[in-house]
């Protein structure tokens, strides 16, 4: 019993809520083509045609650098930590050894727990090693923050998805390695992707961990970048406007190239059971 | 990064029961299978974490020999009007992070729920984005708009409502709401898509039952909606608290703990008082506590799902 006005209704409701949503950025957009260098910060859309403001933000900011930096850390954090996460979930999923239940639950609290409770050892122990202001001061921890969830993500489809599968795959006579990558990973792959997004996504706006990490180097990551550059020219709006946008292009644009992969794991801890 | 969506469903599902004996090879090729996840997680995550707990017993810069002095730190905290307020401010933020959003997202879902609505995958997009953004693009972005001559202010003088035109992150008492209102517009959409998922899925046939039975608008939603939702709640509380309980970002941005210390959260304190008065042990009891409320207040959300019905 679908009444028209409710339907018009809904719709109403959820643009209006999409707008609320999207003002604010839409509103950054403006600004960043605006006029650089006013104080005065009047929107004006006939005025948002200064494209050039991204090229001068790049060159200013560093942005070049800082973005190939982010690029670097977080392709190798996505990458390595599919690979670990999908053996782990299979091993925790479909096979039997001792500590297995004691070992998945430690590896859980990982999920929940934040940087901030192990910041300032990591700091300590990557100086101590010299491994401090280096790519891998900040790919390492992000790794394990990412196995831990990804470990997590990959037992719960291979419980629900592959036990008969495996057990024929057996019954032909494959060892465990073929069954996984010859029978099950194919089967995984959307699941496989959806973390990719994840991963990508978190570490890509990760914050604290490189600003500690790399605070004494000249690598920094995109958001880094953005903040030091907003802490120079706070009054610039336009350019801190197109320095907010270019720092947060790639996310967006993966987001929305892959929109149904994210939302699936957003939406996922709701749809089991 | 974090997310626990998975806490809850790891709740829910008991994990070990060897159902059957394990195909394939000798059972303890598991650990193979594990090990490099294991390992990493273990060196960067965990022995790091169980450090940290050692160190908050200890005061020093941690460069020269650190001093043990046993729970001073954790008193401290207790007693230190800065450190605890910290947790009071973070408790403040759920409200704006966790309560209003789930708030609004149960009305609109509510609303909602008879209306067959097409695109959802547009207003999915939209809704989600905020939460997909750096938080510190964020945090710079509404720096501008609650700026004092910012977007919000010349938008209150256009409207005749001048007076309360104010500098939102410069005022002692509207600073704290002002970022938890950020919070708000981040998770708002978020909500409001997973119960909308949500609603969608309880079955027709309740309300009818609902209505049939002399149910009106208010106990239909306590009898129908909200015990449908309970996964969906469950999900958006665990999201939107943690969220609200670490926060650096944004608070690094946008106020560095300030006016005075009108804004300052424990994830805040744990890099101030370790990178820049170099007070390790304090820095470190800060993160343990921390952590024990995370975990805490995610247990007490799971409990209170799988106790509902």
């Known amino acids: 019993m679908i009444s028209r006005r409710d339907t018009i209704a809904g719709y109403l409701l959820l643009t209006l809520a999409a707008l609320i949503s999207l003002g604010p950025l839409i509103g950054v957009v403006v600004l960043a083509l605006g006029e650089p260098g006013r104080v005065g910060i009047k929107l004006d859309i006939t ?30 954090v996505v990458v390595v930590s599919v690979i670990l996460s999908v053996p782990a979930g299979y091993a925790f999923a479909l096979m039997d050894f001792p500590g297995r239940t004691a070992i998945f639950a430690l590896l859980v609290l990982g999920i929940l727990m934040p940087l901030e409770a192990m910041i300032v050892p990591l700091f300590l122990d990557m100086r101590r090693f010299n491994l401090d202001n280096n790519y891998w001061s900040v790919i390492l921890p992000q790794i394990g923050f990412s196995v831990a969830f990804g470990a997590f993500w990959m037992r719960a489809f291979f419980v629900q998805s592959a036990r008969s599968l495996m057990e024929a795959a057996w019954i032909d006579g494959a060892n465990s390695w073929r069954t996984l990558t010859r029978v099950l990973m194919p089967l995984a792959r959307p699941q496989m ?46 350019y801190v406007g197109a320095a907010s946008l270019i720092t947060i292009a790639p996310v967006v644009i993966v987001f929305i190239l892959l929109q149904r992969s994210f939302t699936r794991g957003i939406l996922a801890g709701s749809v089991k059971e | 990064m974090s997310l626990s969506s998975v806490s809850v ?60 002095v046993g729970l001073a730190n954790y008193v401290d905290i207790a007693t230190n009007p800065t450190l605890r307020s910290a947790f009071f401010h973070a408790f403040e933020l759920i409200v704006f992070y966790s309560l209003i959003p789930i708030a609004i ?12 609505i097409r ?49 939102w992150l410069g005022d002692f008492t509207w600073a704290l709401p002002s970022v938890g209102m950020v919070g708000t517009w981040i998770m708002f959409g978020l909500v409001l898509a997973l119960l909308l998922a949500g609603v969608q899925k309880i079955p027709n046939d309740l309300y009818e039952a609902a209505r049939l039975d002399g149910a009106g608008p208010w106990m239909e939603f306590r009898a129908v909606t909200l015990p ?65 409320v995370i975990i805490a207040v995610n247990l007490l959300v799971a409990r209170a799902g799988r106790g509902e019905r």
């Open chain 2, 105 to 116: 997202g149960l009305l609109l879902a509510t609303a909602l729920h008879r209306s067959r």
């Open chain 2, 119 to 167: 695109g959802v995958a547009f207003y999915r997009t939209a809704l989600f984005l905020p939460y997909v953004i750096a938080p510190t693009a964020i945090a710079v972005i509404w720096r501008w708009i609650l700026a004092p001559r910012g977007p919000l202010n010349s938008f209150l003088e256009a409207v005749g409502l001048g007076f309360l035109a104010r500098p």
């Open chain 2, 9 to 68: 469903t790891a709740g829910g599902r008991p994990t070990s029961s060897p159902r059957k004996r394990a195909p394939g090879e000798p059972r303890s090729i598991g650990y193979l299978y594990i090990l490099p996840a294991a390992l990493i997680y273990a060196a960067f995550v965990f022995a790091p974490f169980l450090h940290s707990i050692y160190l908050s017993f200890f005061d020093g810069n941690g460069i020269t020999r650190m001093e043990f």
């Open chain 2, 228 to 292: 449908g939702l309970r996964y969906e709640l469950v999900v958006a509380l665990v999201l939107t608290m943690t969220a609200a309980l670490r926060n650096f970002d944004i608070i690094y941005v946008m106020t560095s703990g300030g006016p005075g210390n009108a804004t300052v959260v424990p994830s805040y304190l744990v890099y101030q008082q370790a990178f820049k008065v170099a007070q390790i042990g304090a820095a470190a009891a800060m993160g343990t506590v921390l952590v024990l």
């Open chain 1, 193 to 238: 992707l959806t973390l990719a997004v994840l991963f990508f996504v978190w570490n890509w706006n990760d914050f604290l961990l490189p600003l500690v990490m790399l605070s004494g180097s000249d690598l920094q990551t995109a958001p880094m970048a953005l903040v030091t550059f907003e802490g120079a020219r706070r009054t610039d709006f336009a």
């Open chain 1, 47 to 76: 005025q948002a045609t200064n494209f050039g403001n991204f090229a001068d933000v790049w060159e200013k900011g560093d942005f070049g650098p800082a973005i190939l930096t982010s690029f670097i850390i977080t392709t190798t």
